[in-house]
């Protein structure tokens, strides 16, 4: 030990060792620096370690009442599909650019010159499924929340491609991957409003998109639909 410190004080002592050692010393501080960053950034994409879930005091009761206009917008590679309609229990009346569809819980209708049944115009039609929803939140773990003055809340959540599998299709898969995110807003009466998915991970993963894909739902009239008469003779 005694060696080796008179060792460093020759060196330091020498105008061209000095500058050796700083550079040394700088080196290894940026070296152990960038290990920290990125053992920060691997910790907060493992799934294990944001997959814990945590409590969070919003109520969904309204929305699993299934009585309320929404307006629903899909985001594909910055494309823009938006659903503006009405749903009483499972029957839906919706439009889509200029065609009018009727859902009846099971099949899908679209009107042209006559009612006649349809594919699924949704291309994730399990996100708009409110139990499914709600079951993809509840799984989703608690990241912050954000609250205005109105008495407005926003909370932001975040979820993996795994869990969507599991909780949609009861799918077990193993990706490690950016999660994805949930924000969920909710009124000053307390109603949720509003969620947005944010599914950038989960999309190019599964090859439904290039680089991004939401979804965007909004949500009014609670309460206030009146029974949805079939149109389906």
């Known amino acids: 030990m005694k060696q ?5 004080k020759e060196v330091w002592n020498d105008s ?6 700083f550079f040394g010393f700088y080196f290894f501080f940026f070296f152990i620096l960038i290990l920290m960053i990125r053992g920060g950034h691997h910790q907060s994409t493992d799934n294990q370690n944001y997959e814990t879930g945590k409590k969070y005091s919003i109520s969904f009761q309204e929305l699993l009442d299934k009585n309320y206009s929404y307006s629903y917008s899909e985001v594909l590679d910055g494309n823009t599909f938006t659903y503006d309609g009405k749903k009483n229990g499972e029957e839906e009346l919706f439009q889509l650019l200029d065609s009018r569809y ?6 899908y209708y679209i009107k042209e010159e006559q009612w006649k049944k349809s594919e699924n115009p949704f291309l994730l039609s399990d ?4 139990e499914k929803i ?8 608690y990241e912050s929340v954000t609250n205005y003055e109105s008495g407005r809340e926003v909370y932001h ?19 490690m991957e950016e999660p994805n995110k949930i924000v969920v807003s909710v009124n000053e009466k307390k109603q949720v409003d509003g969620i947005s998915f944010y599914l950038n991970s989960y999309c190019t993963l599964h090859q439904l998109c290039s680089k991004s894909f939401d979804i965007k739902i909004s949500y009014s009239d609670y309460g206030k639909i009146e029974k949805i008469e079939s149109p389906i003779s």
């Open 4 to 8: 080796f410190l008179k060792t460093i």
């Open 16 to 21: 061209r060792g000095r500058a050796f050692l």
């Open 102 to 107: 009727y859902f009846d819980g099971k099949d």
């Open 127 to 130: 996100l708009f499924d409110v």
């Open 134 to 141: 709600v079951s993809l939140i509840e799984s989703s773990t």
């Open 157 to 175: 959540f975040l979820i993996s491609s795994n869990t969507i599998n599991q909780v949609i299709y009861g799918i077990n898969s193993d990706y």
